[in-house]
């Protein structure tokens, strides 16, 4: 039921762009971005709803396809800052029920 | 205003024996929820309560209990703690299930 995201694990150089993939195997209403810096709790990037509109957050940005039940989160000119593990979560429909992905861990070199 | 606090900090604990992880938020939202993070995972939801009064099963619910004492309160009770139940653990809050989810700042728990 959990969410798969991928690639589990991607290295970047400061400028380079990243792609992360969440991917489910039950109908999504709407996708939330989390990236969790190592030893903190994870903090909130973007939410997307329904009508695969895609949001932005600085460099960041993602978009979702309720029809393929699928997200991604676009890391564009990678800063040292986006170093951290992203996770997408949603709800399970209509029960309050609250999941998270499987995470992937990004590290961005100097 | 705290968001949503957790305590304690960091617990070590002896197999068998038993402890209540406590939760409280100031942000007036309805629902509420524990994960656990084991190293290099990711997280697993274990109960949530989507209003007080109400609590449900997540994931991974076996060895804890949870009671949602009012609104601003929802605490995770370990009754026989286990070294499988080394993790840390996440409280977060969220006005209700679709929106974002807020976090407290986690309890480190080691079981010997």
């Known amino acids: 039921q959990q969410p798969v995201q991928s690639p589990q694990a991607v290295i970047l150089r400061e400028g380079e762009d990243a792609v992360i993939n969440c991917s489910s195997s039950?109908?999504?209403?709407?996708v939330h971005w989390y990236r969790q810096k190592h030893g903190e709790a994870p903090v909130f990037l973007m939410i997307l709803l329904k009508g695969g509109e895609q949001k932005g957050h600085e460099k960041i940005s993602a978009s979702f396809n309720e029809k393929k039940q699928q997200s991604s989160l676009y890391l564009t000119a990678s800063q040292l800052s986006y170093s951290g593990t992203y996770f997408c979560g949603t709800e399970v429909s209509g029960t309050y029920k609250y999941i998270f992905g499987t995470g992937t861990r990004l590290k961005v070199l100097a | 205003n705290a968001g949503v606090t957790q305590t304690p900090k960091f617990q070590v604990l002896k197999t068998g024996q038993s402890m209540t992880l406590q939760c409280a938020q100031d942000?007036?939202?309805?629902?509420m929820y524990w994960y656990r993070q084991d190293p290099g995972m990711g997280l697993r939801l274990i109960y949530y309560s989507a209003s007080e009064g109400t609590t449900d099963k997540g994931e991974v619910p076996n060895g804890y209990n949870v009671s949602r004492l009012n609104k601003r309160e929802f605490s995770l009770r370990l009754e026989s703690a286990a070294p499988s139940q080394t993790s840390v653990y996440f409280c977060a809050a969220t006005w209700t299930g679709k929106e974002t989810q807020y976090f407290g700042p986690g309890t480190r728990l080691l079981v010997l």
């Open positions: 039950k109908a999504l209403y709407s």
């Open positions: 942000m007036n939202h309805n629902s």
